[in-house]
């Protein structure tokens, strides 16, 4: 979710990071709670954090928890980790909004695995009863969760081939649910810019706007593509090293090992 989470920070997203709690502020939870460490890499080079805390990471004290905490680090909207709640929170605030004629949006930002919880189905048939436009929810459809694919057998029995086709089931569901449903290649920033752009552009019908992402789990790191345990684990500096080099980091790559001897 790297590639959308800049795009929404630098270019979309109406914030103030040296005024977090200013009102008018869109809002933006992250549903999958978990890709914490993501957030907070996008918020300090945004400016709601010194980079150098991105080290304190996952520590006890930290503000910086495994999962965002909103009475810890201003500019998190909403405490997430549970998967399945933040959706609804977002919905509440995109609610609220309207009742307050403010013209902010909600962004929720929810895993496919997620979408197995029942919670995010309560919440996607709540918002299509209200015209909530300044919602918009990006499901980050990279069909793998935390053990596995998100599909393994099909309906008739056989197994998924790996990895797995997209046959458009979630497309299906948003746009069964009543929202309006747009797809973007969310490793393409072009792409990104231009369907985020469309999506807060409201339809007449006003209706909540789903985008399904189609992201690859640990993209342009060679060992990690596809690979679902690396879903949580810790790197060692020359599994880091390896990674910057992929990305086309070599300096970052050199600094990584060469910190790493001392
Ligand atoms: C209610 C709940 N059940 C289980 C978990 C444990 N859990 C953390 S991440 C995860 C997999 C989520 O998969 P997905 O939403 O696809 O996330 P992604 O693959 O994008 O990281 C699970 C089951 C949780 N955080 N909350």
Redesign the pocket.
Known sequence: MADFMTALYFNVLDIRPSEPDWPDRDRIVLS?G??SIGLYAVMAHRGYLPLEELRTFDSIHTRLQGHPEMTRLPGIDMST????QGISAAMGMALGAKLLDKSFHAFAIV????CQ?GQVWECAMAAARYPLSNFIVIV?H?K???FGW?KEIGPDGTRFPFPPEDDGELVRKWTAFGWRVLEMDGHDMADILRVLDEALTPGDDQRPVCIVAHTV?GKGVSYMEGDYRW?AQVLTAELAAQAFADLGEPGLAAATLERSDK
């Not at 895993?111 to 997620?114: F, P, R, T, V, W």
């Open positions: 999958k978990h890709s980790g549970s998967l399945g895993g496919d695995g997620e919880e980050d990279n793998l969760q935390q998100l789990k879903h």
